[in-house]
């Protein structure tokens, strides 16, 4: 596997250990690694008020862009939990990651035990809605 790869999932790992879930106990991980090869991680963090949750991937694209960096700058994303395969982005995350991920950019998706999938935005969101190709 690619150096890259390894250390992108293990940012995502770590990522994971700031989950705040005490509702559904499934604790997420996510990362994001720049061309100059900085990761941002993020997790995911719930609330009493259950809808309010917010999941790992949106809290890593917000956080990223937050803190002052280009999401245009992304060249890979990492998402991981404690699942069989995996781990599969909710649709929110899909057209959230899709306003600001390349469609081709390479997104790995992982679990804990370490299996990988490589994917990207348009196998996992296909024909997507952006306002600057539809309005
Ligand atoms: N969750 C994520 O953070 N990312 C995913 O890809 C799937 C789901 C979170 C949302 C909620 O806090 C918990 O996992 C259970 O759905």
Redesign the pocket.
């Known amino acids: 596997m690619k150096n890259e790869y390894k250390d992108i999932i293990n940012a995502a790992i770590e990522g994971r250990k700031n989950a705040y879930?005490p509702y559904?106990k499934?604790k997420?991980g996510a990362a994001a690694m720049l061309i100059d090869g900085t990761i941002i991680k993020g997790c995911?963090i719930?609330n009493a008020s259950y809808g309010l949750?917010c999941?790992?991937?949106r809290n890593t694209i917000f956080s990223l862009i937050s803190l002052g960096y280009d999401p245009k700058k992304i060249k890979l994303f990492c998402?991981v939990?404690d699942t069989k395969k995996p781990?599969?982005?909710?649709g929110a995350?899909r057209q959230v990651l899709a306003e600001f991920l390349n469609p081709k950019t390479p997104i790995i998706l992982s679990n804990l035990k370490g299996d990988i999938k490589e994917t990207n935005l348009e196998e996992l969101i296909p024909y997507t809605f952006l306002e600057i190709e539809n309005v």
């Open positions: 879930a559904s499934f997420v995911n719930e949750s999941c790992a991937e998402v939990g781990i599969s982005p909710c995350c």
